[in-house]
C-alpha cells in the first residue's frame, strides 16, 4: 500500500509549492539588495524564475514584489521602451543614517578627550575608539592615535569604486559640513585617505556639463546609485595630489589661521609641515603653525578636536570661543 502524502509535502528531495515560493521571494529580495544598478527583466527571469515563462514570470514577480511589500521592502518597476526594470526604493525601504549635532558631538570631545590620556583610567582606549565612531560634522578623527582604528566606509564606498572602474556616473545624496542634504550625480575622479576617512574627488553633472571637480567625504553619502547608461572620462590635466586637503581647507582660502602646538608628536608635526608653515616659539617646546583656511568656524572646531591654541587672526580665536561657549551652555 502506498502511503498517502501529507498536504504540500512532495518528497523528501524536493521542496513543497509554499516552500519554492519562500524561496523565490527571498532569492528575488537578494538580488535587489546586492545589485549596483536596476536588474532587467532578463536577468531575473533566468536567475530567479527560471522554469517560468515570459509571461509567468511577470505575474510571479509583481505577487512576490507585493510580498515584499508586506516586509518593508518596496520595489519599484521602471519601463524604458520595451524593457522593464526593478529596484528597490532605497529611501522608504532603508532607515536613514543618525548622527549627532554639532553642539552633541562638541560636548562629548571636551567633556570626554581629557580620560584619553589620564592613565589612571582603565578605559582610556576603549573611549578614544569610541570618540572616532563620532559622526561629527565639525571634525576630522585624531591624526594621533593608538593602534589602527577601521572605519567602515557603508555602502557608497563600493558603489564608487565600481563606478570608477566602469567610468560611469553615480548618484548619492550627500551631507554636508553644514547639516545640508542635496542629491548630485557624480563623476568620480580618483580617492585618497585621510587617516580611517577615505575622500572622494569628483565633478558634479549640470545638464550637458561637469563643474570643477571638488572633495567629498565619503561617509557622508547615502543612497548611491549606479547610472548605467551614463559615462564620463576623466580630464588628461587631473591631479589628484591637487585636492589633498585638510577638513578646514574644502573651499575658497580665507586667510591664514595661527596655531600653537605644544611638542607634537613626529607624524602631527610632518603634517603641519606639509600644509603650512612652522616656527619654534624659544625653548619651550612651543610650535607656531600657520596654514591656510577656507572657514574660521571649521578651523576653530578642528583646532579643539586636536588640541590646539588659536593665536590668530581675531576670528580664529572668536569662533574657538563661541564653539566653547556652546558646549559650556549645555553642560
Not at 546586492?34 to 517560468?52: C, F
Not at 532603508?94 to 581629557?114: F, H, N, R
Not at 612652522?278 to 610650535?287: A, E, K, V
Amino acid at each position: 500500500m502506498k502511503k498517502k502524502k501529507e498536504p504540500g509535502e512532495e518528497g523528501i528531495s524536493g521542496l513543497s509549492q509554499k516552500d519554492e515560493g519562500v524561496r523565490r521571494v527571498a532569492s528575488l529580495a537578494l538580488e535587489l539588495i546586492n545589485a549596483r544598478y536596476p536588474l532587467d527583466a532578463d536577468h531575473l527571469n533566468a536567475l530567479v524564475y527560471p522554469d517560468l515563462s515570459r509571461a509567468s514570470f511577470l505575474t510571479a514577480i509583481e505577487r512576490d514584489c507585493k510580498r515584499l511589500e508586506c516586509c518593508g521592502m518596496h520595489i519599484v518597476k521602471e519601463v524604458d521602451g520595451r524593457e522593464l526594470f526593478w529596484h528597490i526604493d532605497e529611501e522608504s525601504s532603508y532607515v536613514g543614517d543618525a548622527s549627532l549635532t554639532k553642539e552633541e558631538a562638541l560636548q562629548l570631545e571636551v567633556l570626554l578627550s581629557p580620560l584619553t590620556s589620564t592613565e589612571s583610567f582603565a578605559y582610556r582606549d576603549e573611549l578614544k575608539m569610541a570618540l572616532l565612531k563620532i559622526d561629527r560634522s565639525f571634525d576630522e578623527e585624531p591624526l594621533v592615535h593608538a593602534g589602527t582604528v577601521r572605519r567602515s566606509q557603508g555602502k557608497a564606498w563600493s558603489f564608487l569604486q565600481d563606478a570608477y572602474a566602469s567610468h560611469h556616473l553615480v548618484s548619492v545624496s550627500y551631507l554636508d559640513a553644514q547639516g545640508t542634504k542635496t542629491n548630485k550625480v557624480l563623476a568620480p575622479y580618483g580617492f585618497f585617505s585621510f587617516r580611517d576617512t577615505l575622500y572622494c574627488v569628483g565633478a558634479e553633472k549640470t545638464g550637458a556639463g561637469f563643474k570643477e571637480p571638488r572633495t567629498y567625504r565619503i561617509s557622508r553619502m547615502q543612497k548611491p546609485k549606479i547610472l548605467a547608461k551614463e559615462t564620463y572620462e576623466v580630464p588628461d590635466r587631473f591631479d589628484i595630489e591637487e585636492f589633498r586637503r585638510l577638513p578646514f581647507q574644502m573651499g575658497p582660502t580665507q586667510g591664514a589661521a595661527v596655531f600653537a602646538a605644544t611638542h607634537p608628536q613626529p607624524d602631527f608635526l610632518a603634517l603641519m609641515e606639509a600644509h603650512g608653515s612652522t616656527q619654534i616659539n624659544g625653548g619651550s617646546g612651543r610650535i607656531l603653525w600657520e596654514v591656510p583656511s577656507s572657514s574660521w568656524q571649521d578651523a576653530a572646531s578642528w583646532g579643539i578636536a586636536q588640541g590646539l591654541v588659536p593665536i590668530a587672526p581675531p576670528e580664529l580665536v572668536e569662533a574657538t570661543v563661541s564653539c566653547l561657549k556652546e558646549v559650556m551652555q549645555h553642560v
